[in-house]
């Protein structure tokens, strides 16, 4: 697991590191690595963060939150992350903005 991290992080591509980093925190919370899981969708974060379109920026952000459509993120990386996650959301146009708030406030208890 450590490799595939390791490699993941040397990708040059960003969007290619920020799926494979989504890919590999949802292996790690699968297996009960919970902690790890969460080191791992901060580092995709910081990817996400380093995208300076927009759009890009946007639907990177609903990639590593959802992982796959119609699911909701996790609540224990997603409270973990919170302050980059908002820091991000914030940079989103306002159309888009309602769609990464909504999928943050599902993910979190009441």
Known sequence: MDQAI??????ADVSRRVLLLGRIGRVQEKAGR???????????LR?????????ARH????M???GT?????????????APQLIRIVQSIDERRRAEALVLIAR???N
């Not at 390791?6 to 990708?11: F, G, L, P």
């Not at 639907?59 to 609903?62: Q, S």
């Open 6 to 11: 390791e490699s993941a992080r040397s990708i």
């Open 34 to 44: 919970s902690q790890d899981a969460v080191g791992t969708y901060k580092g995709a």
């Open 47 to 55: 990817a996400v963060d380093s995208v300076n379109d927009a759009l």
């Open 59 to 62: 639907n990177f952000l609903i």
């Open 64 to 66: 590593v939150m959802r």
């Open 69 to 81: 459509p119609g699911r909701d993120p996790e609540a224990s990386w997603i409270a973990a992350a």
């Open 107 to 109: 993910a979190l208890p």
